[in-house]
T-cell receptor
Framework: GESVGLHLPTLSVQEGDNSIINCAYS??????FIWYKQESGKGPQFIID?????DKRQGQRVTVLLNKTVKHLSLQIAATQPGDSAVYFC??????????FGQGTRLTINP | NAGVTQTPKFQVLKTGQSMTLQCAQDMNHNSMYWYRQDPGMGLRLIYYSASEGTTDKGEVPNGYNVSRLNKREFSLRLESAAPSQTSVYFC???????????FGPGTRLTVT
């Protein structure tokens, strides 16, 4: 079956440093990937997405990289701030408008 | 524009009791979803509704039923709650043409 997983369950970075959150996916037919941010006690919030015909996409302070050869997705957050503390999920398309979510990585920011 | 709303925010049930979780969206989205999230895990799809009048099972449908009441509302029912259904439940919606899903704030359910 389809599965999406993350390399690391937790990531701790210094405020101001760049953060890199990784994700491995298994379905080579997936054509769309999304990163979500979930703050404590809240629902997931869309950050950025990328289609399979791209290998990089940039947003405000965030960049998503897609390597289809090794089925790897990463989220880079520049100049990490305290407000970036959250759990980050990657998701891939699961057919028929469905998404398959990974387990999540908890990002903590050290002052 | 409230986005996706869910009621209640918290609920405690005894084993065997029933309840319905309500979800509504005001974005005129065609597709709606119910997920559960257990500690340390990602979201698992329970049921979804690709459009008004249709519902389909997701990854973990056992013990649940859904109703797509109209385009705005999608409810999730637990007929006989079990401790294994203790979880946080999220409702989401999306446009038919896109995969981006918008999530509600969640319902934290405890079954004792």
């Amino acid at each position: 079956g389809e599965s999406v997983g993350l390399h690391l369950p937790t990531l701790s970075v210094q405020e101001g440093d760049n953060s890199i959150i990784n994700c491995a996916y298994s379905n080579s037919a997936s054509d769309y990937f999304i990163w979500y941010k979930q703050e404590s006690g809240k629902g997931p919030q869309f950050i950025i997405d990328i289609r399979s015909n791209m290998d990089k996409r940039q947003g405000q302070r965030v960049t998503v990289l897609l390597n289809k050869t090794v089925k790897h997705l990463s989220l880079q957050i520049a100049a990490t701030q305290p407000g970036d503390s959250a759990v980050y999920f990657c998701a891939e398309t699961g057919g028929a408008q469905k998404l398959v979510f990974g387990q999540g990585t908890r990002l903590t920011i050290n002052p | 524009n409230a986005g996706v709303t869910q009621t209640p925010k918290f609920q405690v049930l005894k084993t065997g009791q029933s309840m319905t979780l309500q979800c509504a969206q005001d974005m005129n989205h065609n597709s709606m979803y119910w997920y559960r999230q257990d500690p340390g895990m990602g979201l698992r799809l329970i049921y979804y509704s690709a459009s008004e009048g249709t519902t389909d099972k997701g990854e973990v449908p056992n013990g649940y039923n859904v109703s797509r009441l109209n385009k705005r509302e999608f409810s999730l029912r637990l007929e006989s709650a079990a401790p294994s259904q203790t979880s946080v439940y999220f409702c989401a919606s999306s446009e038919r043409e896109t995969y981006e899903q918008y999530f509600g704030p969640g319902t934290r359910l405890t079954v004792t």
